[in-house]
């Protein structure tokens, strides 16, 4: 299994930034971290490392590959509980990724359910849950089918960070052979999963993993909180079996792997102990 980096190293600092330090880390495979549809601000100003959906995808490709670096997947992190908005990252961005994939060449589309902000997401009953994100997902995963993508289920969520949750998703949606997950240690772990469990459950069907450890003084947040960005230590330091992770793994269909932590020292340690595991 290959490592890579997410492409959100330094804060207020441009894509082509956040790929030469990707890079500078000794890192050849990274991902489409953070994305929005249309134009920016922050992108004609210099201060933020976001892509533009509608970009042209011969111009991402082309970016990454002047640091020398391998696109594994693009990021579509959306909200898919509460009430469909142009101001929400939802059904229309996740339809874009799939194209943008597309035209780079790149696999896999990550995303999940998220965690709702309204009051209307937070009311949905478990069955409610289900349909509204199979019904939300159902036309990317139609055109990720005919334009040879696949769409990862990520845990990040309250229904992604559960095996019964992820399960009712993917079954809802009828199990297209172009649908599977995108397996992360720290969500599944926060939001109250057995993380190796989870591996073992839907290995078969694992294309990529994010990677990240969580501190035991985290364990407060266990089944409340559903997700976070980055690990704030390195591998094997915390609480998540990673080695248990890696071993169950290490011979699914993941060809590629993201680490999800902060801190140059502490992403640097954590390559040396995926190394050690027998990564790449």
Not at 78 to 95: F, Q
Not at 188 to 196: F, N
Not at 254 to 270: C, I, K, P
């Amino acid at each position: 299994m290959k490592v890579g980096c997410f492409a959100l190293v330094d804060p207020f600092s441009t894509m082509d930034h956040q790929l030469e330090r990707v890079a500078g880390l000794g890192f050849k495979y990274a991902d489409v971290t953070d994305n929005h549809p249309g134009g920016l601000l922050g992108n004609e100003f210099g201060f933020t490392g976001a892509v533009s959906l509608d970009s042209n995808p011969a111009d991402v490709k082309a970016m990454f590959a002047k640091h020398g670096l391998t696109i594994t997947s693009v990021c579509s992190h959306a909200n898919l509980l509460d009430a469909t908005s142009p101001s929400v990252y939802g059904t229309t961005e996740i339809l874009k990724a799939v194209r943008l994939a597309a035209g780079m060449g790149v696999q896999d589309v990550v995303t999940t359910e998220g965690d709702p902000k309204t009051d209307w997401g937070h009311n949905l009953s478990d069955q409610e849950r289900v349909f509204i994100v199979a019904e939300k997902l159902a036309e990317p995963v139609r055109l990720a089918e005919a334009m040879g993508v696949r769409i990862l289920l990520e845990p990040h969520g309250v229904l992604t960070d559960s095996i019964d949750g992820m399960s009712a998703i993917l079954e809802r949606l009828g199990n297209p052979a172009n649908l599977g997950v995108n397996m992360d240690t720290g969500n599944s772990w926060l939001g109250g999963a057995d993380p190796v469990a989870m591996a073992k459950a839907f290995k078969e069907i694992t294309w990529h993993v994010h990677w990240k450890d969580l501190p035991a003084d985290w364990e407060e947040k266990r089944g409340t909180m559903y997700g976070c960005g980055f690990g704030p230590i390195a591998l094997g330091q915390g609480v998540i079996d990673i080695a248990g992770v890696y071993d169950v793994l290490k011979d699914s269909p993941a060809e590629y792997s993201t680490l999800e932590v902060g801190g140059d020292e502490n992403v640097l340690q954590s390559y040396a102990y995926l190394k050690e595991l027998g990564a790449e």
